[in-house]
């Protein structure tokens, strides 16, 4: 069983900054791509960002490309998504997710490429 919690959410003000963390426990997932999603409310969860099991390979969203990094530390079993520049739209519950193998194909941007989840962190922008 994989575990993802994430962490770092919060209430900022808009064109600030916020980091949230994914760790990841029980079966390692150090070889697995993860990803970014997030849901505000009344709308369908949404691609954020995603990351191969090396870090090799980045895939953003438009809308937060230039403005958010994804980035993980295999040591620690943990992905980050470093955000800047918020804007109030945003605001959303933030979750991380397990993807596809090493060598195995993965379609970065489909919510169901991905087999476990976090339970969400939540992330306000002010304006």
């Known amino acids: 069983q994989v575990q993802l919690v994430e962490s770092g959410g919060g209430l900022v003000q808009a064109g600030g900054s916020l980091r949230l963390s994914c760790a990841a426990s029980g079966r390692t997932s150090s070889n697995y791509a993860m990803g970014w999603f997030r849901q505000a409310p009344g709308k369908e969860r949404e691609f954020v960002a995603g990351i191969n099991w090396n870090g090799g390979n980045r895939y953003y969203a438009d809308s937060v490309k230039g403005r958010f990094i994804i980035s993980r530390d295999n040591v620690k079993n943990t992905v980050y998504l470093q955000m800047n520049i918020l804007k109030s739209e945003d605001t959303a519950v933030y979750y991380c997710?397990?993807?596809?193998?090493?060598?195995?194909?993965?379609?970065?941007?489909?919510?169901?490429?991905?087999?476990?989840w976090g339970q969400g962190t939540q992330v306000t922008v002010s304006s």
């Open positions: 997710a397990r993807g596809a193998q090493y060598g195995s194909s993965w379609s970065p941007r489909r919510a169901d490429e991905y087999d476990y």
